[in-house]
C-alpha cells in the first residue's frame, strides 16, 4: 500500500505546487471565469432539476411514475456516461502515460502500479460526472422531502457505481489491450462512443418527444406511460442504485440498504477480479504498446497535386495540414459529429410547425431566418473553436520548424488562415442557403443572410487563428482541448460578442426594409441614413475582427517565442 | 553482473533484438555502440525491464527480470536517454519520489539526496520546479535519482547527451570510480570517445544482432586494424 501512495504523491504534489510556484494573476482570473462558469451550469442543472419534479409532483398518480422513471434514466445514463469516460481515461492512464518508462522502471510491482493507475483514472474519470449530476438527485431529496438517509445512500450509490463502472472499464481496457494495441483503441473508442452518443441523440430526436405535449396524439403519450411502469433489467448496477434510492425516499431504509449492499458487493469482486487479472497481463500488454504500430488504416491518398499552383512555403503548410487531419484517425470522429450537427440543426428548421403559429407566417419565417444568422455564427464559432483555433498549438514542439523556415510568422497565420478559411465560408454558407430555403424566406433576407455570413466567417476565423497564436500551448497532450484555456474562453467570448454586434446593428435597418417592403411603401431619408450607416458600420467590423485578432496573435507570439 | 540470455525482441515483424547473448561481470563498464535503429534503446529497455523480451531472458546479479522483477529492479539504477520528469515537482520532491519507491530511509535519504545534488551541482536549484531546469539539468537528476541507492548496476541510455564538458569529465569520472567499488555498468552511447575513454568492453550491434564484442584491442584484432580508432573499427564493421 504504501508503494501505491508514493505512486500517488506526484500527482498530489504537482496539484499543491501549481499554485505555489506562479503567483500569476491569469492563473486566478481563469480560475474565477472558469469557476464561475461551473457554478452557473451548476446551478441551472439544479434549478430544472427543481423545476421538473415539482411539476412531476403535481401530477397525481402519473407523477412519482414519471419521476422514478426519469431517475433510472439518469442513473443508467450515468452508469453508461462513466463507463465510456473510463474506458477512454483507463487507456491514457495505464498505456500511454509519458511516464509509465519511468515507474515501470523502479521496483514496484506492475499490479501495485496498476492500483495507482487504477485510482487515478477512476478520479479523473468521474469527477465531473459526480458533481454535475449531484444537483439532480439533491433534487429528488428536497422535493421527495427526504430525510438524512437518503443524502447517505445517494453517497454511498454513487461511489459504488463509480467503482464499478472503473473496475469494469479497466477489466475490459486490459484484456483488450492484448489483442488490440492501446493506441489504437483509444481511437476506435473515441470513433465508436460517437456514434453511440449520435445514434441515441438522432433516436431521441426523432421520436419527437415534443409531440407528448400535443393533445391531438395524446392516447399514444398515455399508451407511452403505460410502458413506463416495466421493471428496469435486475442485472445491471444502476438499477440496484435506483432501487436503492428509491427506497431511501420514500423512507424504507432495509431496503434500501439491501441495494446498496448489493451494490457495494459486486464493486468489491470487480475491484479484486481487475487486480487478479491486471497482475496476469498489465505488463504484457503495456510492452505491446509500445511495440505496436499506430496506424489503424493505411492513407493511399499521399500526392495532394490539386495544390501545384499555390506557392511553395503555403503549399507546403496546406499539404502538411490536410495530411496530418486525414491521417489522425481521432479528426475523423470530429468529422462525424459535424455533419451530425448539420443534419440535425436542418432538420430542426425542417420540423418547425410554422403554420401552427399565431404569427403571420411570413414574418415568422424571415424573422426566424434572421436569428438564424446569429445560430450559424454560434455553429461557426464552434467549429472553429475546435479546428482553427488549435491551428497554431496544434504544431507542438515542431514549431521550431515554423521559426527555422524563410517564412514570418505573419505569412505563417495568413496560410492558417486561409486553410480554414474557405471549408468554414463553404459550410456555414449551405447552412444559412438550406435553412432559408426550408424556411421559404424572401429574396432580401436571403441575400442579406448570405452577405452577412460571407462578412462574418472571415473575422471570426481570423479571432480563432489570432487568440490560437496569442494563447498557444505547445505542450498540450491534445491541441484540441487548449479551446477550453483562457485564451478559447476569450476566444469565444469577443466572438459571441462581435456576432451580437452585427446582429444589433443590422435589426434596426432590416426590420425597416422588411416593413417597408410588406406594406409597399419606400424607405424614408432617415432610413435610408440609418441603413447605410449600420451596414457600413457592420463593414467596418468586419474588417477589425480581421485585421485587429490577428496582429494581436502575430504580436503575442512573436513576444512568447523571444 | 548482468547476463542476457537468448535474448529476442519483435515489433510486429521486426527483429528489432535477435537472439543477443552477452555477460557483463561485476565492476565491469560495458559500451553497447551500434548505428541508428540497431536495437541498443530496445536492449536497454528490456534490461531495465521496462520492456517484456519476445524470448530470453535478462538476469541482473543472478536474478531472472521475469520471475523477479522487483527484486531484479532494486540493483538497479536506471537513466533512459529521454527520461519523462514530472515537472511540477522540485529536484527535491522528485528525488523523494524515487526513494520512497526504492524504500531507501528517511536518513539515507537525507544524506544520499545531499550528497548527490552537490556532486551534479544541483543543490542550490533542487527546491525549484523542475520544468524551468535546463535539459542537462534535468539529464543531471535522473542521474542523481538513479544512484540514491546504491545500486550494483547501471542500465544508461546515451548518459553523456545535453551534458556540459565539466558535467561529462564528472560523470566519466564517477562511473570509473563506482566499477572500481564493483558496480556493474551497461551503457549505450553515439558518443564513440566517451566509450573508448570509460568502457572496459565494447559491444557493437547491428540490425539487433551483436556483431562484435571485446576490448578495444580485440575489436582492432578482429578486423584487421592495427592503430584503428573506435570510429574506423564501428565504420568497418557496420557499412553496408
Request: with cysteine.
Amino acid at each position: 500500500m504504501k508503494h501505491v501512495v508514493t505512486l500517488l504523491r506526484p500527482r498530489l504534489f504537482s496539484f499543491k505546487n501549481k499554485g505555489l510556484f506562479k503567483n500569476d494573476r491569469g492563473r486566478r482570473v481563469k480560475l474565477f471565469l472558469f469557476g464561475t462558469i461551473g457554478i452557473c451550469f451548476w446551478g441551472g442543472i439544479f434549478a430544472v432539476s427543481l423545476r421538473v419534479l415539482i411539476y412531476f409532483k403535481t401530477i397525481s398518480e402519473l407523477g412519482d411514475i414519471l419521476a422514478y422513471k426519469l431517475l433510472s434514466m439518469i442513473l443508467l445514463t450515468f452508469f453508461s456516461l462513466l463507463i465510456f469516460s473510463s474506458i477512454l481515461t483507463s487507456i491514457s492512464k495505464l498505456y500511454l502515460s509519458r511516464d509509465l518508462s519511468l515507474v515501470h522502471s523502479m521496483p514496484v510491482s506492475s499490479f501495485k502500479i496498476f492500483i495507482a493507475r487504477s485510482i487515478e483514472s477512476t478520479l479523473d474519470s468521474s469527477w465531473m460526472v459526480i458533481v454535475y449530476t449531484l444537483p439532480v438527485f439533491m433534487s429528488y431529496g428536497i422535493v421527495y422531502q427526504a430525510g438524512f438517509f437518503f443524502y447517505w445512500d445517494m453517497i454511498m450509490v454513487i461511489l459504488s457505481l463509480v467503482i464499478i463502472a472503473s473496475s469494469t472499464s479497466v477489466i475490459l481496457v486490459v484484456l483488450v489491450v492484448n489483442f488490440v494495441p492501446a493506441n489504437r483503441m483509444r481511437n476506435m473508442s473515441i470513433f465508436f462512443g460517437l456514434c453511440l452518443f449520435l445514434i441515441l441523440f438522432f433516436a431521441f430526436r426523432f421520436l419527437q418527444p415534443e409531440r407528448l405535449v400535443d393533445p391531438e396524439v395524446f392516447s399514444t403519450a398515455l399508451a407511452y406511460l403505460k410502458s413506463l411502469k416495466t421493471p428496469a433489467p435486475p442485472y445491471l448496477p444502476s438499477t440496484w442504485a435506483c432501487d436503492s434510492l428509491k427506497a431511501a425516499l420514500s423512507g424504507h431504509i432495509q431496503h434500501g440498504m439491501f441495494h446498496t449492499a448489493l451494490s457495494w458487493t459486486w464493486a468489491g469482486v470487480m475491484v479484486f477480479t481487475a487486480i487478479i487479472i491486471a497482475d496476469a497481463v498489465y505488463f504484457k500488454g503495456l510492452s505491446k504498446t509500445h511495440t505496436a504500430q499506430v496506424r489503424l488504416f493505411r492513407n493511399r491518398f499521399s500526392g495532394i497535386h490539386f495544390l501545384r499552383f499555390l506557392p511553395g512555403p503555403v503549399r507546403a503548410f496546406v499539404t502538411k495540414e490536410i495530411r496530418t487531419f486525414f491521417r489522425d484517425q481521432t479528426q475523423w470522429s470530429q468529422l462525424f459529429l459535424i455533419a451530425a450537427l448539420v443534419v440535425l440543426y436542418l432538420y430542426n428548421f425542417n420540423a418547425l410547425p410554422l403554420e401552427k403559429a399565431p404569427i403571420k407566417t411570413v414574418y415568422l419565417q424571415n424573422l426566424l431566418s434572421f436569428l438564424n444568422m446569429g445560430l450559424a455564427g454560434f455553429v461557426l464559432t464552434a467549429i472553429t473553436a475546435r479546428f482553427a483555433y488549435p491551428a497554431v498549438s496544434i504544431e507542438r514542439e515542431a514549431f521550431w520548424l515554423v521559426k527555422s523556415t524563410p517564412i514570418g510568422l505573419r505569412s505563417y497565420l495568413w496560410i492558417k488562415f486561409f486553410i480554414y478559411f474557405l471549408p468554414l465560408l463553404i459550410l456555414t454558407e449551405i447552412l444559412i442557403i438550406a435553412t432559408n430555403i426550408l424556411l421559404n424566406v424572401t429574396p432580401f433576407m436571403m441575400a442579406l443572410s448570405t452577405a452577412t455570413i460571407f462578412f462574418l466567417v472571415p473575422g471570426v476565423v481570423a479571432m480563432g487563428i489570432g487568440f490560437g497564436a496569442a494563447y498557444p500551448d505547445f505542450k498540450a497532450d491534445n491541441p484540441a482541448q487548449t479551446v477550453t484555456s483562457f485564451g478559447g474562453i476569450l476566444f469565444m467570448m469577443v466572438c459571441a460578442g462581435y456576432i451580437g454586434a452585427v446582429i444589433f446593428l443590422e435589426a434596426g435597418p432590416v426590420y425597416n426594409i422588411f416593413m417597408a417592403d410588406i406594406r409597399e411603401r419606400g424607405l424614408t431619408v432617415f432610413e435610408w441614413t440609418w441603413v447605410t450607416g449600420s451596414f457600413v458600420l457592420v463593414f467596418v467590423l468586419s474588417i477589425a475582427a480581421i485585421i485587429i485578432p490577428m496582429k494581436f496573435g502575430e504580436k503575442r507570439l512573436s513576444e512568447l517565442q523571444g | 553482473m548482468i547476463e542476457l540470455k537468448n535474448l529476442s525482441k519483435k515489433y510486429g515483424n521486426l527483429l528489432a533484438v535477435d537472439n543477443l547473448d552477452l555477460r557483463v561481470p561485476k565492476g565491469e563498464i560495458f559500451g553497447f555502440i551500434g548505428p541508428n535503429g540497431a536495437g541498443k534503446t530496445t536492449t536497454i529497455n528490456m534490461v531495465g525491464g521496462v520492456l517484456a523480451p519476445t524470448s530470453g531472458a535478462v538476469m541482473i546479479c543472478g536474478i531472472n527480470m521475469a520471475d523477479q522483477p522487483e527484486h531484479a529492479k532494486r540493483k538497479i539504477g536506471f537513466i533512459p536517454d529521454r527520461p519523462y520528469l514530472y515537472e511540477k515537482l522540485t529536484g527535491m520532491e522528485f528525488l523523494k519520489f524515487i526513494a520512497d519507491l526504492y524504500d531507501v530511509d528517511e536518513d539515507t535519504f537525507l544524506k544520499k539526496s545531499q550528497e548527490k545534488l552537490d556532486m551534479f551541482f544541483l543543490s542550490d536549484r533542487s527546491n525549484e520546479l523542475i520544468e524551468s531546469y535546463s535539459h542537462g539539468m534535468k539529464q543531471r537528476l535522473v542521474m542523481a535519482a538513479a544512484l540514491l541507492h546504491d545500486p550494483q548496476v547501471i542500465v544508461v541510455d546515451e548518459p553523456m547527451v545535453g551534458l556540459d564538458p565539466l558535467a561529462i569529465k564528472m560523470v566519466k569520472d564517477h562511473f570509473k570510480h563506482l566499477a572500481d567499488e564493483g558496480v556493474t555498468i551497461f551503457m549505450s552511447t553515439h558518443t564513440l570517445k566517451v566509450a573508448e575513454d570509460i568502457c572496459d568492453k565494447i559491444g557493437i550491434i547491428h540490425k539487433g544482432t551483436l556483431i562484435a564484442t571485446g576490448t578495444y584491442e580485440d575489436l582492432r584484432r578482429d578486423v584487421h586494424a592495427e592503430g584503428a580508432d573506435l570510429e574506423q573499427i564501428f565504420i568497418r564493421l557496420t557499412e553496408p
